[in-house]
């Protein structure tokens, strides 16, 4: 079965830097990648969707990259913030419904 | 504009209690539902899905069920309680039809449930 695999260990970066969250699917390619923001306590936010035709898509200050062939999504953050920080998943659509990964909590430290 | 409710945000319930958790989205027709489960530190779990009235699907047997009585109301419920049952439930919903993919969900303000 599909799994999606996120970094567990929390990324702290400067403030001004770019944010760099990397995204792993295991098995089967999917049609579409989403990202969220989830703050503690408090449901996802979605925030970008990239399809598997697409290499690149972008938000404002985000990035998501799609790499069928690495297995992987990159989710960038540039000129981050402090405001930024929270958890950051990657969801895979699957079969029915959403399969999320675990997230990678980002802290940007002023 | 769309908006989901979910209630209540916070519960604590004994061991073997019932349980009834309520998601309501207003703004939107024949939305696709979901609840899921997250533990603590831990990544979200789909418990249950629906693309209409009636219409349930299961993704981890246990002992909760999901009833979907209106097109915009999604209950989840328990007959009785476990310790495992501890966690953070959340309901969000996304565009229907019965597409459930390439859109983006959103979701409720979760529920706290612990079981003592």
């Known amino acids: 079965s599909q799994k999606i695999e996120q970094n567990s260990e929390a990324l702290n970066i400067q403030e001004g830097k770019t944010a760099t969250l990397t995204c792993n699917y295991t098995?089967?390619?999917?049609?579409?990648l989403q990202w969220y923001r989830q703050d503690p306590g408090r449901g996802p936010v979605f925030l970008l969707l990239?399809?598997?035709?697409?290499k690149e898509k972008r938000k404002e200050r985000l990035k998501v990259t799609f790499d069928t062939t690495l297995k992987q999504s990159l989710f960038h953050i540039t000129a981050s913030q402090p405001a930024d920080s929270a958890t950051y998943l990657c969801?895979?659509?699957?079969?029915?419904?959403?399969?999320f990964g675990s997230g990678t909590r980002l802290q940007v430290q002023p | 504009s769309q908006t989901i409710h979910q209630w209540p945000a916070t519960l604590v319930q004994p061991v073997g209690s019932p349980l009834s958790l309520e998601c309501t989205v207003e703004?939107?027709?024949?939305?696709?539902l979901y609840w899921y489960r997250q533990a603590a530190g831990r990544g979200l779990q789909l418990l249950f899905y629906?693309?209409?009235?009636?219409?349930i699907s299961s993704e981890v047997p246990q002992n909760l069920s999901a009833s979907r009585p209106q097109d915009r109301q999604f209950i989840l419920s328990s007959k009785k309680l476990l310790l495992s049952d501890s966690g953070f439930y959340l309901c969000?919903?996304?565009?229907?039809?019965?597409?459930?993919?390439?859109?983006?969900?959103?979701f409720g303000s979760g529920t706290r449930l612990t079981v003592v």
């Open positions: 703004g939107t027709s024949n939305p696709n």
């Open positions: 098995n089967y390619s999917p049609a579409y």
């Open positions: 990239i399809r598997e035709n697409e």
């Open positions: 629906s693309v209409g009235i009636g219409q």
């Open positions: 969801a895979d659509t699957g079969r029915r419904a959403l399969t």
């Open positions: 969000a919903w996304s565009v229907g039809q019965g597409q459930t993919r390439g859109n983006g969900y959103t």
